[in-house]
Nanobody, 127 residues
Framework: QVQVVESGGGLVQAGGSLRLSCAASGRTFSSYVTGWFRQAPGKEREFVTAISQRGLNQYYADSVKGRFTISRDNAKNTVYLEMNSLKPEDTAVYYC????????????????????WGQGTQVTVSS
């Protein structure tokens, strides 16, 4: 079993940057595909990005491609989300999630495939 805790959220002006961290417990974290999802007020949770177990593969939603970068350091049991050129529409609660399954571009964006979720961290981008 894995527990994940997000941190790094906050208030930033449009065009600014933030780095989110997802710290995981458990010795087998390196065997989990890890993803970031977000949920804005009044909207459904949406996929942001995911990374494969060893970090060799990443997949991004079109809305963040070229602006966000996901990475992981398995020695530290941590996944990072570097967010640049932030826009007001990026405002949301950001969630980290882990799935103990094989890497699949077709499946990594499906929230139902993730077994472990953090409580989320708020990101607010002001215009």
């Amino acid at each position: 079993q894995v527990q994940v805790v997000e941190s790094g959220g906050g208030l930033v002006q449009a065009g600014g940057s933030l780095r989110l961290s997802c710290a995981a417990s458990g010795r087998t974290f390196s065997s989990y595909v890890t993803g970031w999802f977000r949920q804005a007020p009044g909207k459904e949770r949406e996929f942001v990005t995911a990374i494969s177990q060893r970090g060799l593969n990443q997949y991004y939603a079109d809305s963040v491609k070229g602006r966000f970068t996901i990475s992981r350091d398995n020695a530290k049991n941590t996944v990072y989300l570097e967010m640049n050129s932030l826009k007001p529409e990026d405002t949301a609660v950001y969630y980290c999630a882990a799935r103990p399954k094989y890497w699949s571009i077709a499946e990594c964006s499906d929230a139902s495939g993730y077994d472990y979720w953090g409580q989320g961290t708020q990101v607010t981008v002001s215009s």
